[in-house]
């Protein structure tokens, strides 16, 4: 197989439609309810009409939950919050139906796809279907060495676009993307540095488990740390993930570009996602055009992705759970553009006048 340039995906990214949207916007003119009166949902369904290439937009009938799982090296410095290694525990309330991303997706009767990128874990003890992706048990440490070595990185590129094209092949009509990653927001937060240029105390968050000041000195070190790994590779994003990011990052980041080239759009969840956004977006510049930003995580380094992309998060209801619960509370709100952008009546067209006789 040739060696994987995610500069490539540049060329096979095209924008949503721009003759559906304008089609869409004149639609939502014509319609008796006020201008202005249905606030972000008109933008939000001329979005989606773009995205499908219809006026008017058809509902979103096979959502799904797609979530990428992987453990971090630097979960063993005690950033955490959660002891290293626990990612296993996180898919394992998934598949069990106790998570909170669990609980929603049974309600609103949403399927959920967990895939094992890099959980370390034996694994014996998960269904085949969650771990025969799995590219590796771990990633790196990346404060020291390298998260995957550059066979890895683009095993698990290639692994999130064939996930991708799965789930466009079997009629997923948008995906509520998100991540089960014990120690994930440290080599996420190191990502958006590195590629806005700031420093480690900028993008520092407390994380999942909400971790105390000492920890939080810890895992700020550990960007920086890392931070002087990623800037010789910034050039290059496969490299880049490989340094900094891990088998369930670079995998979100080959999903999120294959998904784009599908036209298969993605509600963004937190800041994992957000990160793999941003890489993907240095990699293909029109990518972020399939995507919405489901909520805001309270992750500093998320906000500064989000901005970077122009994204403006649906939600913002401090929900810092991760496993894509924000991105999938934000789904009814598309669902409900939708409904609005199809299904309101027109005005009914001006009487024809008589032509004048002479
Ligand atoms: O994505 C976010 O912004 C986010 C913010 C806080 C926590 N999380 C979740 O918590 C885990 C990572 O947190 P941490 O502190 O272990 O790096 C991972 O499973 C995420 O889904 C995610
Ligand atoms: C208006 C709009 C613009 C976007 N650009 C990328 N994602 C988007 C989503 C919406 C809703």
Redesign the pocket.
């Given at each position: 197989m040739s060696r994987l340039n995610l500069d490539d995906f540049s060329d096979l990214i095209e924008r949503p439609d721009s003759g559906t949207r304008r089609d869409a916007e004149e639609r939502r003119e014509r319609l008796t309810v006020p201008p202005g009166a249905l606030g972000?949902l008109d933008?939000?369904g001329?979005?989606?009409s773009a995205a499908q290439g219809a006026v008017p937009v058809r509902p979103v009938e096979r959502p799904r939950v797609v979530l990428f799982a992987g453990d971090h090296g630097v979960a063993g410095l005690d950033v955490s919050g959660r002891p290293a290694g626990g990612t296993y525990e996180l898919v394992r309330a998934v598949l069990d139906g106790s998570s909170p991303v669990a609980v929603l997706a049974r309600r609103t009767g949403v399927p959920v796809r967990v895939v094992d990128a890099g959980v370390d874990c034996d694994p014996e003890l998960l269904p085949a279907d969650v771990v025969r992706h799995r590219v590796r048990r771990g990633s790196g440490r990346i404060d020291v060495e390298d998260a995957l070595t550059p066979e890895e990185a683009e095993q698990a590129v290639r692994l999130g676009m064939a996930v991708a094209d799965e789930e466009a092949d079997s009629g997923t009509d948008l995906v509520v993307l998100g991540d089960l990653s014990v120690g994930g927001t440290t080599p996420a937060s190191t990502l958006i540095a590195a590629l806005c240029g700031t420093d480690a105390s900028v993008v520092t968050g407390r994380g999942g488990a909400g971790i105390d000041d000492l920890a939080w000195m810890r895992k700020c070190a550990a960007i920086r740390d890392a931070l002087r790994r990623a800037r010789p590779v910034l050039g290059d994003q496969l490299e880049l993930l490989a340094a900094v990011g891990g088998a369930d990052l670079a995998a979100t980041t080959g999903f999120l570009l294959q998904s784009a080239v599908r036209r298969m759009p993605v509600i963004l969840d937190g800041v994992v996602s957000a990160a793999c956004a941003l890489v993907a977006q240095r990699a293909a510049f029109r990518a972020?055009?399939?995507?919405?930003?489901g909520q805001v995580s309270g992750e500093p380094a998320q906000a500064k992705a989000l901005d970077r992309?122009?994204?403006?998060p649906l939600l913002d209801h401090g929900v810092t759970v991760g496993e894509g619960t924000g991105a999938l509370l934000a789904l009814p709100l598309v669902q409900a553009a939708a409904a609005f952008a199809a299904e309101l009546p027109e005005k009914p067209l001006p009487e024809q006048r008589p032509a004048d006789e002479d």
């Open positions: 972000r933008e939000l001329e979005w989606l972020p055009d399939w995507w919405l930003a992309m122009a994204l403006s």
